[in-house]
């Protein structure tokens, strides 16, 4: 290595690409949604550098087309999970001790690659196995990831740069250590982004990794494990390993070597595994270290000033964008009966012009939800809403399955403010949408504060200052990340970190210094130039 104090690029968000027609970004990604509708891919495990095909498969399928089928993913099972955290220990002692620059340098070639030749490749994978139109896939696939590859090689060396003070005669300094084993990163399907930030957060910080992709993207999984491998990312270092939940994560939680979970998927998932690690806490080599994003009930709180037709756009782009399956998505409103009449009316009025189908149409708003478990789910509370009491169906509701999992965007009212349209995660296009009085507006804070059992994010709407200060006090606890005149969805690397607390997870923020301090053991060493050759102390004279 070159003496002297190395910094890294200063990152820089990557700019959103448009796909307007006649661009040269839409046609290279038409081509490619082409070739790879055509194509068939065989997904083996990687375990060390090497591709493994166990021979028990799933396919992988278009959910907006489920008889069309894109390929095969081999699944991993404990055999080959034990195959992969030997591998990561064998991959541990040189990548941990690899100089941080040489580390950096991989994966800031990662995000040029992905910026460039890989982009049409990761989001056309996104776009077909996970159903997200082409907008939806450019701000995830390729934005997102691009932007925490380079900004967690720049949080990395502010961590490290973070260093104690030295009395005279004295040198403190603290090495930033990888934890002593592997990270298990289980990534979710809904962000591509997040399916590649989850385990090279951990890598960037000299750990080596088990990835456990959610298997309803194996696609973009693939291809942003074969775009890190070309980027340099050595054998061992993190290894891919899809399975069933149970058949990977139980040899995976039992081995000594688990060091680090990074979760983002349900909460009774992550809770199971908290508890599964809990109870066998003497096992393991040193205390895990245990990070996840779960589940949340996202709300919208709009104040008598807010404005309506501000207020019903981001209703529709938040509540709807990717079909609603986003952790950060609005799923309930709180909105005062001064502004329900012309909310009402705007929403049913736009909601009328989405258009919804394949995502190879970029004219679609929305696509088809991610399988037929969740399309059942989904349908299963729309029905509840249909045939209740205290509900009224103000918009969509129609659900169909015969060609691709679809589901419109729906919009409930409902009278009960607890029930279980307005409290339970849902987790697909359904906004619950409860009426209040104008007059009880403190009421109203406390149904939105302790209804859910979850704190992912929210936003109010209002005009009025002081009613935006008052209420963004009363909602402290209930989001970990609060939208001001926006939708709760959309945080942007470097922007706004990323995470909730309460149901919602660890808040440990995605995007952020705090998240890449997690995957991280701190050594203190102090240095005493000249030593005391004398045991007393001057006041024993």
């Not at 002593?180 to 990163?185: D, I, L, N």
């Not at 991280?520 to 102090?526: G, H, M, N, Y």
Request: proline fraction near 6%; include cysteine; aromatic fraction near 10%.
């Amino acid at each position: 290595m070159p003496n002297g104090v190395l910094q890294v690029p200063t990152p820089r968000n990557e700019p959103v690409l448009d796909y307007a027609p006649g661009s040269s970004e839409r046609a290279g990604l038409e081509a490619r949604l082409h070739r790879m509708l055509g194509e068939q891919v065989e997904i083996p495990v990687l375990i060390g550098g090497r591709e493994v095909r166990t021979g028990r498969t799933q396919e992988v399928v278009c959910p907006h087309d489920h008889r069309h089928v894109l390929g095969a993913c081999h699944l991993a099972g404990a055999a080959e999970v034990e195959a992969a955290v030997a591998a990561s220990q064998q991959a541990w002692p040189e990548w941990s001790a690899m100089p941080f620059e040489e580390r950096a340098a991989i994966f800031l070639r990662a995000a040029e690659l992905l910026a460039g030749s890989w982009r049409s490749t990761v989001n056309a994978a996104t776009m077909l196995n996970q159903s997200k139109t082409c907008y939806q896939a450019e701000i995830d696939s390729a934005c997102e990831l691009i932007d925490f590859l380079r900004f967690n090689v720049a949080f990395a060396e502010e961590l490290y740069g973070q260093q104690p003070v030295s009395s005279p005669g004295i040198w403190n300094y603290v090495e930033y250590r990888a934890l002593e084993g592997f990270v298990f990163a289980v990534t979710p399907f809904n962000f591509t982004a997040i399916a590649g930030n989850l385990p090279t957060s951990a890598a960037i910080m000299g750990n080596t990794v088990l990835w456990k992709p959610a298997s309803t993207a194996l696609l973009s999984s693939y291809y942003v494990m074969k775009l890190l491998e070309e980027a340099g990312l050595p054998p061992g270092v993190i290894n891919l390993v899809p399975g069933p939940g149970a058949t990977v994560g139980d040899p995976v939680l039992a081995s000594r070597h688990l060091a680090g979970i990074h979760f983002t998927g349900s909460t009774p998932v992550f809770q199971r595994m908290w508890r599964t690690i809990g109870d066998r806490i003497q096992d393991y080599l040193t205390y895990p270290r245990i990070v996840g994003e779960t589940g949340g009930k996202d709300f919208v709180f709009a104040h008598p000033s807010a404005d309506a037709a501000a207020l019903s756009t981001a209703l529709i782009r938040g509540s709807f964008e990717y079909q609603g399956q986003k952790c950060s998505a609005a799923s309930r409103a709180y909105i005062p009966a001064s502004l329900w009449g012309e909310v009402r009316e705007r929403l049913c009025d736009e909601l009328a012009t989405v258009k919804m189908g394949s995502p190879v149409d970029f004219s679609n708003f929305m696509a088809a939800v991610i399988d037929r478990s969740s399309w059942s789910n989904i349908s299963g509370y729309i029905a509840e809403a249909s045939g209740g009491s205290s509900c009224e169906v103000v918009s969509g509701g129609g659900c169909d399955d015969s060609v691709g999992y679809f589901v419109e965007p729906t919009v409930v009212r409902s009278d009960d403010p607890r029930s279980r349209l307005m409290s339970e995660e849902i987790f697909g296009p359904v906004l619950t949408v409860y009426v209040y009085e104008d007059g009880e507006l403190d009421e109203a804070l406390e149904l939105c504060d302790t209804t859910s059992p979850y704190a992912l994010t929210g936003a109010v709407f209002a005009r009025d200052r002081l009613a935006v200060a008052s209420i963004g006090a009363r909602l402290r606890h209930a989001a970990g990340n609060f939208y001001i005149n926006d939708k709760p969805t959309g945080a942007v690397v470097g922007q706004q970190p990323f995470g909730g607390a309460r149901a919602s997870g660890t808040n440990d923020k995605a995007g952020s210094l705090a998240n890449l301090m997690r995957w991280t053991s701190q050594r203190s060493v102090k240095e005493t130039f000249a030593p005391p050759t004398d045991y007393r102390y001057p006041h024993m004279g």
